[in-house]
């Protein structure tokens, strides 16, 4: 696993729902290596371990990388006060396993929540042969929906409230469109609930099917044992790292038994 660490400037900053941050850095040497579905690892001063945050859009060309993240403690507050001028203390792109990428196939990407930002780079890549399901709490969490219509993609929109888009969850808006459109694979990131629908739905349909997974980490690189999660490889139940194994994983090896 190639990875890069350095000092690298911010360049666009961009506040798209409250407690969400949208950042541009100028990292060329990594854009130019990343892979759709790794993540950085963000050191912030004062604090002691970095801040995994996946990837939402590579861009070679301009030699950028967008990260959108969303504020769940500390770190992430005090991430959320770096502005452009600045620079930021980075380790990337990690991730020894990101998304299959399969040229002319069909795809459903999904996203629920602050899990809708790894899917954008995905989206850009299937385009018009994928269908997007974005799900979120409510209208006020809403993000990235222009972005993902500007990739060509069939979208959805819905809201646990039904605030914006349709009332109710990415699996009832999936289980529709398997009724009349079935994909080659399905990809989806948000909380483990959902994955958990997603790869019931996925397995019942005998539809390929790949999740990206969270977990607290310590160095990113597969050196400690945070974020080990038990998978199921070949019949025989085996510990994975988040961070060097995935994140992103066949649902036949984190949900084998279900």
Do not use: W
């Not at 911010?10 to 407690?19: F, L, M, Q, S, V």
């Not at 993540?39 to 002691?48: A, E, Q």
């Amino acid at each position: 696993m190639k990875y890069c660490q350095g000092l690298y400037p911010i360049i666009r900053k961009e506040n798209p729902a409250a407690g969400v941050y949208d950042l541009s850095i100028l990292c060329p040497e990594i854009a130019a290596i990343a892979k759709c579905g790794q993540f950085v690892n963000i050191r912030i001063d004062g604090f002691t371990l970095r801040r995994p945050i996946s990837i939402c859009e590579i861009d070679r060309q301009k030699g950028t990388l967008r990260i959108v993240f969303q504020i769940r403690g500390k770190g992430t507050k005090a991430m959320a006060e770096l502005s452009p001028g600045g620079f930021i203390d980075m380790v990337a792109p990690l991730g020894g396993r990101g998304f299959t990428l399969q040229e002319g196939a069909q795809a459903i990407i999904i996203g629920g929540g602050i899990g809708n930002p790894p899917m954008l780079e995905l989206a850009k890549f299937y385009g018009e042969n994928a269908i997007v399901i974005s799900g979120f709490r409510n209208a006020a969490a809403v993000i990235l929906q222009e972005d993902f219509k500007g990739t060509g993609a069939k979208t959805f929109l819905c809201t646990d409230d039904g605030t914006a888009g349709e009332k109710g969850f990415v699996t009832d808006i999936l289980k529709r469109e398997l009724q009349t459109h079935t994909p080659d694979i399905i990809c989806a990131c948000g909380p483990m609930p959902m994955l958990r629908g997603i790869a019931a739905i996925a397995k019942e349909k005998g539809i390929r099917s790949e999740v990206s997974l969270e977990e607290r980490m310590g160095c990113g690189v597969g050196g400690c044992l945070v974020c080990a999660c038990r998978t199921v490889k070949d019949g025989e139940g085996i510990f994975a790292h988040v961070c060097k194994d995935g994140p992103v994983f066949d649902s036949k090896e984190v949900f084998s038994n279900e």
